[in-house]
């Protein structure tokens, strides 16, 4: 049986929560009462103010200012004007960390899955614990991850852009 992730799942350090989110379900409830549950296949941890990929590492701003907060805060913001991208803040409150979600069943891409789940700005600041809206189930089914390097974050430069905080679900096999 599912059960919904407590505030104890997010308010560890980003490098434990973002290994055990691939294989957990990520549950939306639109406003018509329909529910869609789907797995998730690939996360990317981001790891504060010293990791040069975060957005953290640029000072706290309006824009990054939900990832001050205690985690299970949910961390939307806009890239290339288009696509909104979901994460989830980790860690204690004033440390800025953060697990994108890449993909899950059904969607490709981080873009792909806020269009498909109609995620947006709306959801920044939304907190997953509490939420009617969206949040995590834990099936209980134990699933094998392999690490790999973070993608688009060349700019970030050495040691950060070969950091292998990326986790996917190894049964899926676009993502390898």
């Known amino acids: ?16 929560v973002a290994p055990e989110l691939p294989g957990k379900v990520l549950v939306r409830r639109y ?28 000072g706290r701003t309006k824009r990054t200012e939900i990832m001050y907060h205690t ?7 806009l890239i290339y004007g288009m696509y909104w991208m979901l994460n989830f803040v980790t860690g204690e409150k004033e440390t800025p960390q953060a ?3 890449r993909g899950i069943e059904g969607f490709n891409g981080p873009g792909r899955l ?43 430069g050495d040691p950060w852009k070969n ?4 986790f996917v679900l190894t049964g899926d096999n676009s993502y390898e």
Do not use: P
Request: some cysteine; charged content about 30%; glycine content about 8%.
């Open 114 to 156: 806020t269009r498909g789940l109609t995620l947006d700005k709306s959801f920044y600041g939304v907190d997953l614990v509490t939420s009617d809206m969206i949040w995590v189930e834990d099936t209980g089914d134990q699933q094998a991850i392999i690490s790999a390097k973070r993608i688009g974050i060349d700019y970030a």
């Open 99 to 101: 697990v994108l979600i």
């Open 1 to 16: 049986m599912s059960r919904r992730l407590e505030r104890s799942f997010y308010t560890r350090d980003v490098l434990s």
């Open 71 to 77: 985690g299970g805060m949910i961390y939307m913001y």
């Open 31 to 58: 406003e018509d009462g329909s529910i869609l549950r789907k797995t998730i296949l690939e996360v990317e941890a981001y790891r504060g103010v010293e990791d040069l990929a975060c957005h953290a590492s640029k």
């Open 163 to 166: 950091m292998n905080w990326r």
